[in-house]
Nanobody, 127 residues
């Protein structure tokens, strides 16, 4: 498994921006599926964005499409989630996830696809 450490969360006003980071312990993430998930109190964990890192193919949930961007810095083995136009409903704990090394991976928002998870970083958006 890969060790994942998230950072970059915080509190912002609605309409603001944040960039989350996820540092991975292994270079295997350069050919893997990685994703960002979030979980609000009392709700199930939901997929936000996913990427197949070797080809940079991505998928997004409808709720964040056009506002969030997922990307990987290969040199740093670090996954990012750039978030713009934040809304109060984006408030949640955000988690980074990764699969093992894959020659090919279809990026997806199902939690069962991933076997490595970070501890999470809190994002709070006030109106």
């Amino acid at each position: 498994q890969v060790q994942l450490v998230e950072s970059g969360g915080g509190s912002v006003q609605a309409g603001g921006s944040l960039r989350l980071s996820c540092a991975a312990s292994k270079a295997s993430v350069r050919s893997a599926c990685m994703g960002w998930f979030r979980q609000a109190p009392g709700k199930e964990r939901e997929g936000v964005a996913s990427i197949y890192t070797l080809a940079s193919t991505t998928t997004y949930s409808d709720s964040v499409q056009g506002r969030f961007t997922i990307s990987l810095d290969n040199a740093k083995n670090t996954l990012y989630l750039q978030m713009h136009s934040l809304r109060p409903e984006d408030t949640a704990m955000y988690y980074c996830a990764a699969t093992d090394f894959r020659l090919y991976c279809t990026p997806g928002l199902d939690t069962h696809l991933y076997n490595s998870w970070g501890q999470g970083t809190q994002v709070t958006v006030s109106s």
